[in-house]
């Protein structure tokens, strides 16, 4: 099972990135709500099918979480000098939180993979 093809006009700039963001969050929507309505019907082939896909998913999340994360550091790095001490010691915890955070989904992925592994090899006949 391969994803959508997600490829579309080359666009840039902040508005377009939340309004991209925006979009993926009600495609998320939309395919938990088939999900939820259809899971009944799926094959344990069809399990491990939608876990590639889920794991695919993460590995993108995983990369704009990355991306803000950095984005989030920059901007600490040149305005420290221009805010109060209070307001950088909260970025910076916020800071450990988003690592923690970004780290938690390599930890989601790595598990789900083990997981559509694991099943794999049982629709494969190797157990």
Known sequence: MTGPDVSGPDVS?????EVTLEALYQQARTAW???QRDSDGL???GTGD??????????????VVRAVVTRTESIRER???DRRRAETDVVDLALVHLHYGQ???MVARHLLGVG???VLRVTQGKV
């Open 79 to 81: 305005e420290v000098n």
């Open 50 to 63: 939608a876990l590639e896909v889920t794991v695919d998913v993460l590995d993108l999340v995983w990369s």
């Open 33 to 35: 709500e088939v999900v």
């Open 103 to 105: 780290e938690g989904l």
């Open 116 to 118: 559509r592994g694991e």
């Open 43 to 45: 094959s344990l082939a």
């Open 13 to 17: 700039g902040p508005d377009t990135v």
